[in-house]
Every structure is written in structure tokens, then in C-alpha cells.
């Protein structure tokens, strides 16, 4: 057997739909995914796949015919999405306000600044943006999207210049790519 794991990267998630057109609604309208196919499964359920990227297929796929299920904070069982800037995660807390979504939560997790809500079917989403800095996680306090990025930046490297782990998050990504390539 080979010692040496092959390197996985995170192609898709699926989620069970109790409303297959209401939650694909909600990531098309108000997450700005759009559908790339749809159809029925042998079981008679249907699957809708979605997307933002052209290199991929599917990064969601939802399939119809859930129970209904009690869900509480998100922090354990959701979808993290990733995007590239502080204005964007603005724009989805705007997009999040105007779809009537509560409860949306704020947090400097000290490598990243994110947003925790829920969709319409209490599925867990995490949207999040990653920081300039690495510090050992977890790790968690408020944010404040009001403030203009150089705040913002500031006020995480005060946060965490005294963490555990803290250094700028590309000198632990390239240790972190040797110590793969060690392994």
C-alpha cells in the first residue's frame, strides 16, 4: 500500500430540499448561483445542480423530497462559501437584508471575516472572505462590516497579533504546502 495520501480538494456539496424550487430560489436570487441542470432521479425525486464557476459543473446540488428538520446556530453543519473581498461580503449582507433573512452574524474568526445565516430551509451558510493574517483557530469576535476595510484590517490585527499561531497567512500557507509536500 502507498504510504502518501492523494491529495483531495472539495468538489461539491448536495443538500436535501423539503422546497426544491423555493431553496434553489434562494441561492440563485439571493446568492447568485445559477442553475446549469436539473432533473429527476431514479427514486422519483429531482436533483438541481448549480453554479458561479465556469470550471465547475456543480459546486451545489440539491435534491428534493426532505423531512422537515429542527436546525440551530450554524456554527456545526453548514456550507461555507467562499468570496474574494470585505465589499463583497457588504453586498451579500445587503442581498441577505433584502431577501428578509434574520439573524444574520457577523464574525472575525481572526483568518477570516464571515457572515452566519440561514437559508430558507435552516440550512447552515457560512459566506466568508479570508484576512491577511493566520492565527490558530478557533477563533471568534464581532465585526463591524461598516467600517472601511483599513479598519477592519487594523482592528483584526489588534485582535490577534498576540494569538497563538498569528504570522500573515502566506507565510503559513507556504509552510503549510511544505509540510504537505513532507507528508
Known amino acids: ?29 439571493v446568492l447568485g448561483f445559477h442553475i446549469t441542470n436539473r432533473g429527476p432521479v431514479p427514486d422519483g425525486s429531482e436533483i438541481v445542480f448549480l453554479s458561479q464557476d465556469p470550471q465547475e459543473h456543480h459546486q451545489i446540488a440539491m435534491v428534493s423530497g426532505a423531512a422537515p428538520r429542527d436546525r440551530g446556530f450554524v456554527m456545526v453543519d453548514h456550507l461555507a462559501l467562499r468570496t474574494d473581498t470585505l465589499d463583497d461580503l457588504r453586498a451579500l449582507r445587503a442581498r441577505l ?21 440561514t437559508d430558507c430551509e435552516g440550512n447552515g451558510v457560512e459566506c466568508f472572505v479570508d484576512s491577511p493574517f493566520h492565527v490558530a483557530q478557533p477563533f471568534a469576535d464581532g465585526l ?16 490577534v497579533e498576540n494569538a497563538p499561531e498569528f504570522q500573515p497567512l502566506e507565510e503559513w500557507r507556504t509552510a503549510f504546502a511544505r509540510r504537505l509536500q513532507s507528508s
Open 1 to 29: 500500500m502507498n504510504d502518501r495520501s492523494p491529495r483531495l480538494s472539495l468538489g461539491h456539496v448536495t443538500l436535501a430540499a423539503q422546497d426544491i424550487e423555493r431553496l434553489a430560489a434562494f441561492y440563485c436570487d
Open 97 to 117: 437584508e433584502d431577501a428578509g433573512v434574520e439573524g444574520v452574524i457577523p464574525i472575525c474568526h481572526g483568518n477570516a471575516w464571515s457572515l452566519y445565516f
Open 144 to 159: 463591524d462590516l461598516d467600517l472601511p476595510d483599513d479598519e477592519i484590517v487594523a482592528t483584526t490585527r489588534r485582535l
